[in-house]
């Protein structure tokens, strides 16, 4: 399946339908009154996002996207028919920016959350709205109100519980293969993997998804290599996951080179958990294994862990370990939240009083 991760679109909501202009005619009733119905509401579009979707390449196709106008209305009192929303369906991590790219407008997290893009123009009243007692035949009637119209963003931002990271040919995308049921592109050539893969692990019955991207290099975060138009791919993650090849010579330096280009990114990743594991054992024997990981843990300040996903050596107890970490994270989250509600209710108290004094 192709990927893409943003796109522009323009999408317009349908007008109102028209108010009618009629008056009821009987057989022996002289002055029937006025009957005009009213306009029906133009269709609105709505984007909502839904859990099986992982990429934008449909919106490659198609671009444009124009609910229908409202029904007019019709003698007899006949209110013209509503016309049907035109709903976009994005993948979970989906955010809305306005033209420039910039001003966010809206970031669908949740399956099943909707968002109104444009509002359909309301339908205009029939003339039967406007009889008074001095003008009992009314021969006026509403337009239907406008639709709006916008050219917008859609990016997404892929939403993982940890993200795979390292220089190219780590074997991240091995490492994601034999945790998870995702059947990535693997290969011994650098920047095998060209856009973000998802696969979902479990531990203990329980769910984690591992976001794999397209390995970074140095100078990733002025644009160099394919990683760092991807590196918003993890900004959402809890953990990083950092990848070393152990078979490389100088596993500090691989070491260094990736936090270099998270720090050049921004704290948004800089300051993420991250658990560092070497990679590929098979290939080394006990002593260079402790070696390199004795080195790694120096430069990292943590314990490092190591593993091969060839020969699925400790692929159990990293993946433990990320999940204790990723709920770590979640709890941390948690407690942010419920802080952050509670800060906000006082302003909304504190608001309030000053808005009493007021008065
Ligand atoms: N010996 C050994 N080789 C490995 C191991 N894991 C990956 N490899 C090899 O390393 C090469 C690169 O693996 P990938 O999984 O494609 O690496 P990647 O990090 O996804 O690379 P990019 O997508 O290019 O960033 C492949 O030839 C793999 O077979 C391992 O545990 N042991
Ligand atoms: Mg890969």
């Keep these: 399946m192709k990927f893409l991760d943003q796109q522009k679109i323009f999408i317009k909501s349908g ?16 002055f029937g009154g006025p009957d005009g119905g009213d306009g029906g509401r133009g269709g609105s579009v709505i984007v909502e996002c839904v859990e099986n979707l992982n990429t934008l390449i449909d919106f490659r196709y198609q671009q444009h996207f124009k609910a229908r106008r409202g029904g007019h209305g019709q003698g007899s009192n006949k ?23 910039e001003y966010l407008l809206g970031d669908l997290i949740n399956p099943g959350q909707r968002m109104v893009l444009a509002k359909g123009g309301d339908g205009g009243r029939g003339n039967a709205h406007f ?30 519980d940890a993200g795979l990271i390292g220089l190219p040919n780590a074997g991240k995308s091995t490492f994601l293969a034999a945790v998870t049921r995702a059947r990535p592109k693997i290969a011994d050539y650098p920047f095998t993997t060209l856009h973000p893969n998802l ?46 090849d152990g078979t490389e010579d100088d596993v500090t330096n691989s070491y260094m080179t990736i936090r270099h280009e998270l720090e050049e990114y921004g704290d948004i990743l800089s300051t993420k958990m991250e658990l ?9 024997t006990p002593d260079v294994v402790r070696q390199k990981k004795m080195a790694l843990s120096e430069v990292s300040g943590q314990d490092v862990a190591s593993v091969s996903g060839v020969a699925g050596t400790n692929l159990d107890s990293v993946l433990r ?15 942010i939240e419920q802080y952050d509600n509670k800060t906000d209710k006082m302003d909304n108290k504190a608001q309030e009083r000053n808005e009493a004094d007021y008065e």
């Design 321 to 335: 370990d990320i999940f204790k970490s990723v709920k770590e994270f979640k709890k941390k989250n948690q407690a």
């Design 199 to 244: 696969g979902v692990g479990y531990v203990d019955g329980s769910e984690i998804v591992l976001a794999d991207i397209p390995g970074l290099i140095e100078g990733a975060h002025e644009g160099a290599g394919l990683g760092a138009r991807f590196l918003g791919h993890v900004e959402r993650c809890g953990v990083l996951l950092h990848l070393v």
């Design 15 to 30: 007008d109102g339908g028209a108010g009618c202009v009629g008056f009821r005619r009987e057989k022996y009733i002289e």
């Design 276 to 284: 560092v594991v070497l990679n590929k054992i098979d290939a080394l």
């Design 131 to 160: 009889k008074t007692s001095t003008n009992q035949a009314p021969r006026k009637a509403e337009d239907g109100w406008p639709g709006e119209e916008y050219w917008l963003w859609l990016q997404l931002k892929l939403i993982a």
């Design 79 to 101: 209110n013209g028919k509503s016309a049907e929303d035109v709903i976009l369906m994005v993948p979970v991590g989906t955010q809305i920016f306005e033209e420039d790219n």
